[in-house]
């Protein structure tokens, strides 16, 4: 029985916002969220008598902080985080010790004033008739030197600038210049400082309304890659070639009155090794606007090297062993870092990133919930970096759950129903959030009543919602007219 008075330190706190946000943190300061979670706490640092405390978000820890596996193993195994990092020989965080935050500030002097002024100020926001701004950014070094730049439009990262010679010198200030071109009506611009101990700026935003010519119409890029045949056969799976060929029909039968034209990248089995994928992506990079929107589905294997910092991979055709040969696996996946670079370089605002991704059979050396924490650790880190919308499969499973009798693995299944009207909310069209919201509702309905164990998808949002098909009364066929353009090169 503890002594009277004794203050008692809880394992993890809770809050849940009116808009169903999470956080749980724990009071050393790691925590999980959902999409917007983390912006519910953080620290005021006392700075004396005579100076106001300063305020640092937990948002601007998330690489050191967000730390979902962590918190499930303190659960599983009924011990404190502190007690289970320090057995595992890892570095406890201490906000005190830490270099302060580098800092990165908008300088619209010479867009708003002067001969070649652009930004005019109305009714407290600023607007513009330029299609393309120079955006000059203020960068200030915090001591950790800076590792980046990441600009934003929209939430959409558009930017990663990592040229830099910073060694580390307090308030070193260095100006950067960054070509950005505007979409219909408001753009909202963020820029974020990165240093080398992943310690994230605090945001300086710019909006600006575009008044100009109304640019055009939007399209539709979609790259679909699916892969039942793997070289090594034992890896071989039964349906991601057809979901992927699936989903992508169903998003143009869906679609089709949505979008101006729908350019389609498809590839499949043999045909999709690390060099067509890249291919793919850089045929959309070319021809990409910022008004368009951008498809990204993929289906086949998935793994996480657990001997570099669990770093995310998708692992193409020609893959024949996912541990024990290094340099395989860096010669021949796409890495999350990779897949974050060229999301980056696709102007479109709107991004919806699909993976229905697996470990094969025991290629992970524990495949259980911790491990499923660490897979949604690094998925989750993508999207949020990237600024787009990702949902993933659980991943735990052989190919998270494919069942006979759906002719689908659960995810697509379920993915499928959705874009058939399921999702909507009566709106007679359903948006990429309405999606997410099904898909953790339905996946482990299905997969429980099929499989006999609920698997739960990892939905993030960290980017512009955005409808991606209507809802029509009876089922539509593509227009005749209806330009839909297929890449050079589609693997079948």
Avoid at 46 to 53: D, P, R, S, T, V
Avoid at 234 to 249: E, G, I, M, R
Wanted: aromatic share 10%.
């Amino acid at each position: 029985m503890g002594t009277v008075g004794a203050t008692v330190i809880p394992f993890a706190n809770m809050f849940i916002s009116d808009e169903a946000e999470w956080v749980v943190w724990t009071p050393a300061g790691y925590f999980s969220c959902s999409s917007y979670g983390g912006q519910y706490f953080g620290w005021h640092i006392n700075q004396g008598i005579e100076k106001l405390a300063e305020y640092y978000a937990a948002e601007q820890y998330f690489d050191i902080l967000y730390r979902p596996e962590i918190l499930v193993k303190s659960i599983d195994q009924g011990r404190r985080v502190l007690d289970i990092l320090r057995g595992e020989g890892e570095k406890i965080f201490d906000l005190t010790k830490l270099n302060r935050p580098s800092a990165g500030f908008f300088n619209i002097n010479n867009l708003a004033f002067g001969e070649f002024k652009q930004l005019d100020y109305n009714e407290g926001r600023y607007e513009t008739q330029s299609k393309t701004l120079e955006l000059e950014a203020d960068i200030y070094d915090g001591g950790g030197g800076i590792k980046e730049v990441n600009i934003y439009q929209n939430n959409k990262l558009i930017i990663i600038d990592d040229e830099f010679e910073s060694v580390g010198t307090v308030g070193k200030q260095t100006i950067k210049t960054y070509t950005v071109n505007l979409t219909n009506g408001l753009n909202d611009f963020k820029v974020v400082v990165k240093n080398f101990q992943k310690i994230e700026s605090s945001p300086d935003h710019l909006k600006v309304k575009y008044v100009g010519d109304i640019i055009a119409n939007t399209n539709l890029h979609i790259l679909s890659v699916g892969i039942n045949k793997y070289k090594n056969s034992a890896y071989n799976l039964n349906y991601a070639q057809p979901d992927a060929k699936s989903f992508t029909n169903k998003v143009i039968e869906k679609g089709s009155k949505m979008f101006r034209s729908i350019r389609k990248t498809e590839i499949y089995d043999t045909e999709a090794t690390k060099e067509n994928i890249i291919k793919g992506f850089e045929s959309i990079i070319a021809t990409a606007k910022p008004e368009d929107v951008f498809l990204f589905y993929y289906a086949g294997h998935g793994t996480l090297d657990e001997e570099n910092d669990n770093e995310y991979y998708l692992v193409p055709t020609n893959i024949t062993k996912l541990y024990g040969d290094p340099e395989q696996l860096q010669d021949n996946v796409i890495s999350a870092s990779e897949l974050n670079t060229y999301l980056a370089q696709v102007k479109s605002q709107k991004q919806l990133i699909l993976m229905d991704a697996c470990h094969s059979g025991g290629a992970l050396k524990s495949i259980n919930v911790r491990a499923a924490a660490s897979e949604e650790k690094a998925i989750v880190q993508l999207a949020r970096a990237s600024g787009v919308v990702m949902i993933a499969s659980s991943g735990t499973q052989q190919f998270a759950s494919e069942f006979e009798v759906l002719q689908h693995g659960v995810f697509t299944y379920a993915l499928l129903e959705a874009l058939d009207g399921n999702a909507d909310s009566g709106e007679e069209k359903e948006t990429v959030n309405e999606l997410k919201k099904y898909m953790e509702d339905r996946v482990p309905e299905l997969s429980e009543q099929h499989g006999g164990q609920a698997q739960y998808p990892t939905g993030f949002v960290h980017g512009n919602d955005f409808p991606i098909s209507i809802v029509y009364q009876e089922p539509e066929e593509v227009p005749a007219n209806k330009e839909i353009e297929e890449s050079e090169g589609e693997g079948k």
